[in-house]
């Protein structure tokens, strides 16, 4: 079953942010994922507006998007944003309808 990695995140440094961001695509295909959006047109329909930059990735499986998030080499580059360069909400979660 796939699985999802959302991210909302707010950019306060868009220099240092962009050594972030240069390097997670090439992580994200590493471990099988395929960004379905990054960026780009968004409204905000409800909800605070403290985030204003939307990340959707597809994973093959919910343990895929995990050992991506954990793996070194995203820690590395997640480094540059989590020194004052933006506030990220990461989530992963399964694809599908646990509520049924």
């Not at 997670?24 to 409800?46: C, F, T, W």
């Not at 343990?63 to 933006?86: I, T, W």
Request: with cysteine.
């Amino acid at each position: 079953m796939p699985a999802y990695w959302v991210a909302r995140a707010r950019i306060d440094d868009p220099v240092e942010y962009k050594k972030y961001t240069d390097q997670v695509p090439g992580i994200i295909a590493k471990y099988g994922g395929k960004v379905l959006a990054r960026g780009g047109r968004y409204q905000i329909m409800e909800g605070p507006e403290d985030f204003h930059r939307f990340v959707v990735i597809e994973f093959p499986n919910f343990e895929a998007g995990v050992n991506c998030f954990q793996s070194p080499e995203y820690v590395a580059a997640a480094a540059h944003r989590r020194d004052g360069a933006g506030v990220v909400e990461n989530v992963i979660v399964d694809g599908g309808d646990a509520t049924k």
